[in-house]
DNA sequence: GCTTGTTTGGAACTTATATTCCATTTTCCT
DNA sequence: AGGAAAATGGAATATAAGTTCCAAACAAGC
């Protein structure tokens, strides 16, 4: 019987391609021909039905499924998962020809490289980020937090819009948040509330708001623990602090974006959320079930 | 019985595109709901069942059929072949394809998964807004903001930190602004002062908050030239306009990041602070250039 | 050339998918 | 407000799909 010749089928493409390749000589003719057509027609692969597949591969449908078992997989529609994920999420015809209208056209404006500038700050911020951080300072820092009874935010001036949104994203999960530095300015009065059983998150970068400094000096002088996101070792965030984020934004014209803080504070947001649930359930990325 | 509307349908999905963004207007609460999620997860419509999109477009099956036999097709599988073209022979990036992949595979803690879904959702935001805005809107968007008197910013929840963010950016820049929608919550005064002289930038994402909306037909109504930053073609924020940007932010685990925007908000504010240098250096009598 | 194990074709079966239908709700007009 | 028309939700239905099964064909070893 065909059994299944493998442990554990490839999720990725690129490796149920090099995977079909390698096994395309041990496979009986049928079978062979049907690893011929994949290689060969991937997107008919993806959209096709068993039926319509067969017919242009010109084999039987029971083939098709035999040749997914033969990989390992539980039958055709897990193996058709695999060549429609390729297709998903990917820049299209449609975005691809106005990407090389708009190249064409204006390339060279004032306006777009403006737009090209702050694009790639934005993504070299958020690389550099990716590659620098520790996971082990996101689950100290989800730990931290999510043991709190409330997190108070502490940011001014640029580090504002970061406070800003994780008041609204830990809201929106469900997590209680004081947001500091807002307009108001009645700060000092609210962050004496905040005890050993809550969390502070202080955000600042060069050059320091002093007031940030001061009401994070406050609050840790409550006995409150503290997650800095700073830019440098060096700051006085950096210190006294239970566990900090160096973030360091690529800027364009001597402005900095904030796309890499703003990535941390969305990951944190969700860390702490995940971890105030519980365990829960570990991310299943069975986003593959489609069909 | 919702009869077919159209003559034919169209083949090509540019055309169905357009067909859906100019009919939207003329469909019913739930139609025009579909055609809202078609446009902004085409990859959905090509992969999904009726089942599957329903569930994920908040509508019933029967729903998804009559929209499709709104527009002219016979069916909804008529209609979902037009998506399913649209991803079919497209031009073999194939490289992008690989980086997408191994980016995707790469974190193994948990922890290290967000990171990397964030950064991915971040990254991906950026290159699709940089990929469709077009340079005139840019223009455009500067020259209004650039001529006004005192910008007053609009944008609660999570386009909150957006307007935060232009609000310290221009401030930095010596540029007039008023900020609404922060906690204090006395804002319906403080946009009755905005004029015709003045500019309003708007922020605002589906679900669009009721009071985004509202300021913005306020301050519209008061003849004050209106820039929004939206995230759909139907969005309320769209009509009424002088300029607006398109911005759809990739999400992660149901999360959308704030990249794309800011990315755009930090090139506004140097696209707005530079053509008022420009300006005041041309005509330095202008009545534009003081402040 | 016979036997055994594997492969193949095609029909039967089972699952699930798209579509239709109808009762109920909502909207709009008088 | 009252009534007609349109729209909606949800179950019922018909269709299509994927999968399994078995007999026939084939290949390999004795």
């Known amino acids: 019987m065909t059994e299944a010749l493998t442990d554990i089928p490839p999720h990725a493409f690129n490796e149920l391609r090099d995977l079909i390749i390698e096994k395309r000589d041990k496979l009986p003719r049928r079978l062979a021909q049907v690893a011929a057509y994949t290689i060969e027609f991937p997107d008919d692969i993806a959209f096709g039905t068993v039926g319509s597949i067969s017919e242009r591969a010109a084999v039987q449908p029971s083939t098709l499924v035999r040749f997914a ?13 695999v060549f429609q994920q390729r297709l998903r999420d990917r820049p299209n015809n449609y975005e691809a020809r106005l990407q090389a209208f708009d190249e064409h056209t204006s390339g060279h404006s004032p306006a777009m490289a403006l737009i090209d500038g702050f694009s790639e700050a934005a993504t070299r911020s958020v690389e550099r980020f990716k590659a620098r951080i520790k996971p082990e300072d996101l689950d100290e820092a989800a730990r931290i937090l999510a043991a709190a009874d409330t997190i108070y935010l502490i940011g001014l001036r640029r580090s504002y819009p970061i406070t800003a949104y994780l008041s609204y994203a830990l809201g929106t999960l469900g997590i209680k948040t004081v947001l500091a530095g807002s307009p108001s300015g009645v700060d000092r009065e609210i962050l004496s509330f905040a ?19 001061e009401y994070t000096r ?72 489609g069909r």
Chains 1, 2 share one sequence.
């Not at 078992?69 to 998962?81: D, H, N, V």
């Not at 005890?195 to 400094?213: I, N, Q």
């Not at 006995?223 to 950096?238: E, G, K, M, R, Y």
Request: aromatic share 8%; no cysteine; charged share 15%.
């Open 218 to 289: 406050q609050v840790v002088g409550q006995n409150t623990p503290l997650v800095a996101i700073t830019d440098s070792p060096f700051s006085p965030l950096a210190l006294n602090t239970s566990v900090w984020f160096e973030i360091v934004e690529s800027d364009f014209e001597g402005f900095r974006t904030l796309a890499a803080a703003m990535t941390l504070a969305a990951a944190l947001a969700v860390a702490v959320a995940e971890r105030r649930r519980g365990v829960g359930k570990q991310n299943e990325n069975s986003e593959l079930s």
């Open 195 to 213: 005890g050993a059983r809550d969390a502070a998150l202080a955000v600042s970068f060069t050059p320091y708001a002093p007031m940030t400094v």
């Open 69 to 81: 078992k033969a990989l390992g997989y539980s039958g055709f529609s897990e193996l058709q998962a």
